[in-house]
């Protein structure tokens, strides 16, 4: 079983819509995690931290349930900017990342 | 502030060449991670400095990769000799301290082995 699990999608919706990503871990010792985005041909960026229950940004709303080992990230309202790659961090002892293979999210107009 | 500079940006090589990279993090981050990006997949950890010193570098390959930081600030991961299945993004990180988990990445460097 792979350390940090996400469905590769691509998730194609529609302007306007909500969408999820869930991502799981194994790592029960597990200390925070992180949803970055990650354009085409570019570097990943941090999007979010999710260091306890959870939190908001805006449209973006990240959670995290440490009894079932996984985080998801909520996109209200999706703008055409959104599409990009989603990668779902965690970070274990030493500052170790590992990530994710990412969710691919496409907005269409 | 200025962000994590990595060079050269591309760089095309046959199998068997060796290649380096270089990478310059965010002024005063402690701590510089090297990652492994192949098509399709998330960013893999090769190596791990803080400061100067080896955190872990469990996942490089040291038959053939190596990495060095010498003065704790700018450091240089090379390949030698590179295989096909070395074609790949390689990402350098930084983050302020051993304690700090949040990691700011470098645009990369794209290496293509023919």
């Known amino acids: 079983r792979k350390e940090v699990e996400q469905d590769p999608g691509p998730f194609n919706v529609p302007e306007g819509a909500t969408v999820a990503f869930n991502c799981t871990y194994s790592n029960s010792a597990s200390q925070s995690f992180f949803w970055y985005r990650q354009d085409c041909r570019k570097e990943p960026k941090l999007l979010m931290s999710?260091?306890?229950s959870g939190n908001e940004d805006g449209r973006f709303t990240a959670q995290l349930n440490r009894a079932s080992q996984y985080i998801s990230l909520l996109i209200r309202d999706s703008k055409l900017s959104d599409s990009a790659t989603y990668l779902c961090?965690?970070?274990?002892?030493?500052?170790?990342?590992?990530f994710g293979a990412g969710t691919i999210l496409r907005v269409k107009s | 502030e200025a962000g994590v500079a990595q060079s050269p940006r591309y760089k095309i090589i046959e199998k068997r060449q060796s290649v380096a990279f270089w990478c310059n993090p965010i002024?005063?981050?402690?701590?510089l991670y090297w990652y492994q990006q192949i098509l399709g997949q998330g960013p893999k950890l090769l190596i791990q400095?803080?400061?100067?010193?080896?955190?872990?570098d469990s996942q490089l390959p040291k038959d053939r990769f190596s990495a060095e930081r010498l003065k704790g600030v700018d450091s240089t991961l090379k390949i030698q000799p590179a295989k096909l299945e070395d074609s790949a993004v390689y990402l350098c990180?930084?983050?302020?301290?051993?304690?700090?988990?949040?990691?700011?990445f470098g645009a990369g460097t794209r290496l293509s082995v023919l």
């Open positions: 002024s005063g981050h402690a701590t």
């Open positions: 999710v260091y306890s």
């Open positions: 990180a930084s983050s302020f301290g051993a304690s700090d988990p949040i990691q700011y």
């Open positions: 400095f803080q400061n100067n010193g080896v955190v872990d």
């Open positions: 961090a965690v970070n274990t002892r030493g500052n170790k990342l590992v």
